[in-house]
C-alpha cells in the first residue's frame, strides 16, 4: 500500500485521493473511527491499486528552462520565452523576461504569477460575488501545489498561484465554488446547487482540472 495520510475535519463523508507523488489522502469527519476507516480501504483496494499504478506511471513534469523559445503556460495558453533588456516581465504575443532576472528566473516568474493571479482571480471573484449574493472578506494567494482554492470561516478566499495557469473558465469554476462555500462551508447537496446554478458544467470543468 502507498503511503497514506488522513485528514479529519467537520466534514460529512469520506473521500479518498490519490496524488501525483502516489500518496492516498484520506479525508475524513473527526467522528469516524480508524477501524471504519481501515475497512473502507480495504474495500477500495482495487480502486486505490488502480489510481497508484496511473500516479506512478505519470510522466514527471521538466524543470523549465530560462531560454528563448521555452513555453510557459498562461490562463491556458503558451506563451514563448523571450529573454531582453527590459525592466519588468511584460505578455504579450510572448513571455518577456528581463536578462537581469535570470539568477532568480524561478522565483521572479513566480511572484509575477501571483501578481497576476491576485489581480485575474479578484475581479472575477467581484463579477460571480455579485451574481450570487455573497460577500467574501479577503483574497489571498498562496504557494499552495495540491489544493487549488478554500474559504475559511472568515470568509476569506485562499487561492493557489498556479491557478493562473489554467484556462479562464477552469478559474472561473474554482472561483464559483469557493464563493459557494461562503454559504455552505461543507459539499451539502445545497452546496452544490448554488455551484450548479453558476456553473452549470461544473462537472466537466472538475474533471479537467483533476486532468
Not at 514527471?60 to 490562463?75: H, M
Request: net charge positive; aromatic share 10%; with cysteine.
Amino acid at each position: 500500500m502507498s503511503p497514506t495520510k488522513i485528514i479529519r475535519s467537520n466534514r460529512r463523508s469520506i473521500s479518498l485521493e490519490i496524488t501525483s507523488e502516489a500518496v492516498l489522502v484520506i479525508r475524513a469527519p473527526f467522528k469516524v473511527s480508524e477501524s471504519y476507516i481501515e475497512k473502507l480501504v480495504q474495500d477500495k483496494t482495487v480502486w486505490i491499486q488502480k489510481k497508484l499504478a496511473v500516479a506512478k506511471n505519470r510522466p514527471r513534469p521538466q524543470e523549465k528552462k530560462f531560454i528563448d523559445g521555452e513555453n510557459f503556460l498562461y490562463l491556458g495558453e503558451n506563451y514563448q520565452l523571450k529573454i531582453s533588456k527590459n525592466k519588468k516581465i511584460e505578455l504579450k504575443n510572448n513571455l518577456f523576461f528581463p536578462e537581469k532576472f535570470l539568477p532568480k528566473a524561478k522565483s521572479k516568474l513566480a511572484t509575477w504569477y501571483k501578481q497576476e493571479a491576485k489581480e485575474i482571480i479578484t475581479d472575477r471573484a467581484k463579477v460571480f460575488a455579485k451574481q450570487m449574493g455573497v460577500d467574501f472578506s479577503a483574497i489571498k494567494i498562496n504557494n499552495a501545489q495540491k489544493r487549488w482554492g478554500s474559504c475559511n470561516h472568515k470568509n476569506h478566499l485562499n487561492f493557489g498561484w498556479k491557478l493562473i495557469l489554467q484556462p479562464l473558465e477552469l478559474v472561473d469554476y474554482v472561483v464559483i465554488h469557493e464563493l459557494a462555500h461562503v454559504c455552505h462551508k461543507n459539499h451539502s447537496k445545497n452546496f452544490w446547487q448554488l455551484v450548479a446554478e453558476h456553473c452549470p458544467d461544473f462537472k466537466e470543468r472538475r474533471r479537467r482540472l483533476r486532468g
